[in-house]
Structures are given as structure tokens and as C-alpha cells.
């Protein structure tokens, strides 16, 4: 039976068609393994997962592979990224008995949802042989299966648990999270560790942010040595902007070519808070190319942003991406061939697969000469057009609510540090003008349809696609990316009923997600029961709910000046802070949250009747410290707190500014208003 033909996620229309007899994940399934007194099989993976692919291409549609499975358990297949609960219980348990998780994920558990033997990838001929060995465990071995799964059960209990010790997140924690993040500096290419990298975004925010309070250089040379590596690498697409999920190696040449919405949303943010701080040329252009990614690639009509371009085209990692030095003399003549495989290191020996090259400039051209930087964008087009005729890597179109939250602030953000620094005297000022105008465009419907959409009866909702909304509930970092995006739009665009929307979610989460000691659930109260109620408090490919939370709870306290919801911030900050001075890697958005509530954060209203152009406004945005808020607008403009009872000054334009609710005289010139915020 096709159980998974009318899903909203991709990733289970991929599996709809195999000779497995699966099910979504759903109380009927259990049911069923029960009446037929087997165990479940939990399958879970995600459309642009290459791994993912690779099992189900050997095992899930290979016809005797699905009889065996048939025969034996009730399949369930589960979409990551639909329900990051049922994943985060089962890559608890996953990693509980083999020390390291990924995807794909197989469980096998009891018909009440306990798993008692957990793994990852499997070849076909071992993932047989594993499948009649659970099976005649579970008919001739049960009492030891059920004793496993018991254990299983407590080790994923202790390790989500909750009320743990509490510290005060303080500028010595801090201090000593940037210190140790700095030893564990990759000095040579950027970034911490080795291979395989990940882009680090979140801590990268962290450090700006850390680098503007403390005036530490050393914090935004790793940031801008990273980025530049990372930009000029093989993880970015240099033809048509937009960062791979990973690197292989450890010096950014290699990726592996899935392309995520909430990656490319982060590192808007780093790239555009780099470019706002510093003018960096390349920063600049790097924000303005990944925004355009988002707008023209995975932006959805109507809609919100689509999740994932996939690893794979047409089964082979990189097809659409890698080039030899004969395929670009072919597309671009000899001369701008050689040109292009010199600037782009693309040579014989390849340094992909197959003789194949991924694109990384050799050297920055930002600075060059006017004619190096014209021939390039021509040849950059050219190439783009070029690789436009190959087959192109499938979009996984599902809108996640919390990646589109991320993907809302991140382009809010861009729109005002472009704005800051619009210049019409600049080469490509016409590319910037347009990429702004398609970006806001699209950031604006995305936050309208999270807002008709995924908002039903007043809860979030997970997921969408085509325009309807999914079953799955809204999760933690739903709701905190969510709000924290609407308070974003809501400064970007002075709009109250974005500031007011945010409240309401923001209520929503603390009454349902709460647990005890200031810290939260990753799960609402009324939420499906898992065998493990989810609380995650670290920070991985994404925020944690928690983290995400936090932020939203300190923009809106700021913007609202109700100091109930700062005071959440506070404690549910203080559970993590034990975490975050010796593991910053995986505390870097709570960490970025926790210096803008050490810098105040500041609230910066200004008063005029032209918020576009206003030089108080652009000084604002230029010179706001960690975290601050900053809104602009006529006096008293409904649905905006901070312009409340903030009269002009003599008829001029006027900057309020407060830090933790204390507040300043009025300015009105720039000079003074530079100076409050220095």
C-alpha cells in the first residue's frame, strides 16, 4: 500500500513508490506493529542527504530487501527536517549505543516506539543480514530485546534531561568562550577543527558580536579570515553564490554540494555583519550573492523559502558543479579558458573525482584592477550559463518555519546595511539595487505566509509545501527563529503587527514549553508523547530551540521595554552558560545573545518623518552596538513602542537612545549620536 503519496515532505514522496510497505510516522503504524506483535523499523533521513540516497538505491528499492522487511517489522520513514523531535529521541538513543550518529538513521524499536538497536548507513548485504538477525531476536530473544530497549530508554532520559546546574551568562564566561574558541583556531585555512568543516557560522556571529564589545582584534581576524577562506573555497558556488552544507577537507575545497536554506541564512549574517563593520569589499559582495541565492533559488513564489538544493544530480554528487580545464576552453574559448582554470584552480589532475575541479578562486579579485574584476563577472556569466544547460540538482520544496525565521532576519539585516552603505557611484550599485529589491520582495512574502500559513489557531506549524500547511506542530526553535524574525521585519519595516505577532508567539512558547529552572522543552506540553521529551540546549547545524528562543525573547524586551520576557532570557541563558565556556563551538547563538545582553542590549528610536534616508537612521544602523534594536519612524506611529510619546526636537529629527531601559537625552545631530553609542 502507498502510504506516503499524499506527504508534504519530498524526502517521503522519494520513497513512496519502493517495494516497502512503509508508513509516515503516525500512531497507526504502532498500532499495527502491536496487532501484528513486530517490531518497528524507523527510517529517517532528509531529501538532500546523499547517504540517504545510497541505502535507499541498494536496499528500500530492491524488491527483495522490502519483502524481507514486510515480512518482519512495520516500516516507518521519517523526514528530519518535518520532525526534528522523532529525530532528536532516536539520534539520542543512536548515538547512546554506537557513539556517533548521522543519516541515514535506522532504528528498530517496540511496537510502544522503545528502540533497542540503533545504527546509521548500512550496505544491503549487512543491512539484511541485520534485518533477520532483529527479527529472530525479537521472536527467540524478546526478554533481552525489551531489557535493551529499557536501557536505551534511561540513557536517552538522562541524556535530555532537564533542571541541570545554572551560572549567570557574565563577560567572563564570555571572554573565555572567545578565548578558548581561539585555540581551537585553524590558523592556516579558517574555521576550528578539521575535516570534515562546517561553516561556522554561529560562532562567527558570536565573535563580531564578542569583537564590538570587547574591542578584541583578535576575535574578528578569525572572523575575517574564516569568511574570506570559506568564500574563496569550493564549499561557496562561485558562479552562483551560495555556501555547500560542508567541506570534506580542512581548507574549504571539496564540499559536499548539499545546499541548505538555514546555512546560507546564517552566513547572510555573518558576511553582512562583517561588511557593516568593517566595509570589507568581498564581505559585501558575498552578502549581496547569497541573498540573491535565497531570492532567486530557493525562494518559493507566494510562499516561503524552499529548504535544500540536493547533494546529488542524477545520482552523482557534483555533476552539475565541477568542471576540467577542457570543458571551460569549451565554454569560454581558449583564451578566457586558460583564464578561468588559472583563477579558478581548475587543473589536469582535477581536485574532485574523475579528473573533475570544484571551482575556488586562486586569489581575492575584489581589489583587482576594473578590467581583471569586469572579465571576470563576464566569464563568471558565461560559466553560469554554460552550467545552466546540465542537469541541475532536485529542490527539496518543503518551507520549514524556523530555516525561513532564520532566512527572514538574515535578509532584514542585509536590507539595512545596504541601505547604510548605498552608493550610486559604485560599479555594480544597479546588481546591488536590484538584488535588494528581489530579496525584500521575497523576505516579505515568506513572513506572510508564516504568518496566514503556518499560523493555524494560534500554533505554529512546522512545515508547508505548495501552499498547504503540514501536520507536524511547531517546535521550540519554530518559534523562537520565528519571533525573532517578526521582530527583525518589525525594525526593518516599522510595521507593529509584525512586533505584535512576535509577542504572541513568544507567549505561546512560554506557556508550553517551559520546564523547570528557567530552562525549556523542545516540545509543547500537548504535543504527540515520545518515548523522551526532547531538550536540547546546544547549538549544531542550527540554533536550539532554546538559543532561538532566547533571541527572541531579548529583541522583543527591547522593543516592547516589558522586561518579564528579558528576565526569561536571563534564566533560560543561565542553564546554558555551563555549557558555553568549555564547549563554545556548540553554544555559539547562545553565545551571540548573551553579549547583546551584556552591551544593553541598546534601544535606538529615531523620530522622522523620512526613515528611508534619514542620516540619524543610517548612523544608527552603521554604529549600533551587539544586539541593539533599532526603529524609525513618525512619533507615535501605532504599534510601535519605542516611538512612543518621542516627539521631534524643535521640529528636527531625533535619536533616542536607552541601554537596559535607562535612557539618554535626545540627539539630533549625527556627531552626538556616534557618540552615545561609542
Known sequence: MNRLVDATSPYLLQHADNPVDWWPWSDEAFAEAKRRDVPVLISVGYAACHWCHVMAHESFENAQVGALMNDNFVSIKVDREERPDVDAVYMTATQAMTGQGGWPMTVFATPDGTPFFCGTYFPRPNFVQLLRSVATAWREQREAVLGQGAAVVEAIGGAQAVGGPTAPLDAPLLDAAATKLASEYDATNGGFGGAPKFPPHMNLLFLLRHHQRTGDTGSLEITRHTAEAMARGGIYDQLAGGFARYSVDAHWTVPHFEKMLYDNALLLRVYTQLWRLTGDPLARRVARD?????????????????????????????????????????????????????????????????????????????????????????????????RDTRPQPALDDKVVAAWNGLAITAIAEFQQVAAVYASPQDEDANLMDGVTIVADGAMRQAAEHLATVHLVDGRLRRVSRDGKVGEPAGVLEDYGCVAEAFCALHQLTGEGRWLTVAGDLLDTALAHFAAPGGAFYDTADDAERLVARPADPTDNATPSGRSALIAGLVAYSALTGETRYREAAEAALGTVAPIVGKHPRFTGYAAMVGEALLSGPYEIAVVTDDPAGDPLVTAARRHAPPGAVVVAGRPDQPGVPLLADRPLVEGRSAAYVCRGFVCQRPVTSVEDLVAELG
Not at 579558478?344 to 581583471?372: C, I, N, W, Y
Open 290 to 386: 547569497t541573498a540573491r541565492f535565497l531570492a532567486d533559488e530557493l525562494h518559493r513564489p507566494g510562499q516561503g523559502f524552499a529548504s535544500a538544493l540536493d547533494a546529488d544530480t542524477e545520482g552523482v554528487e557534483g555533476l552539475t558543479y565541477a568542471w576540467t580545464p577542457a570543458q571551460l576552453v569549451e565554454a569560454l574559448g581558449e583564451e578566457d579558458g586558460r583564464f578561468a582554470a588559472d583563477l579558478f584552480t581548475v587543473t589536469e589532475q582535477g581536485t574532485f573525482e574523475h579528473g573533475m575541479s570544484v571551482l575556488k578562486l586562486a586569489r581575492d579579485v575584489d581589489d583587482a584592477a576594473p578590467e581583471v574584476r569586469a572579465r571576470w563577472q563576464q566569464v563568471v556569466g558565461r560559466l553560469l550559463a554554460a
